[in-house]
């Protein structure tokens, strides 16, 4: 399933994605966990300001 997934993200002429990954703090422990989020290439900058 995963290859079909990629296959499908990488079709010519369609939108182009970026994996975010960003290191998020737990208020509670204080532990670092990670969040990964599929963007649009032109949106990166607007979520990482977030």
Do not use: D, H, N
Request: without cysteine; hydrophobic residues 40%; glycine residues 6%.
């Amino acid at each position: 399933m995963a290859k079909k997934v990629v296959a499908t993200l990488k079709k010519e002429g369609g939108v182009t994605y970026a994996k975010v990954i960003r290191a998020v703090k737990s208020e509670k422990t204080g532990a670092y966990s990670f969040k990964e989020e599929m963007v649009p290439t032109p949106m990166v900058q607007e979520t990482l300001k977030k």
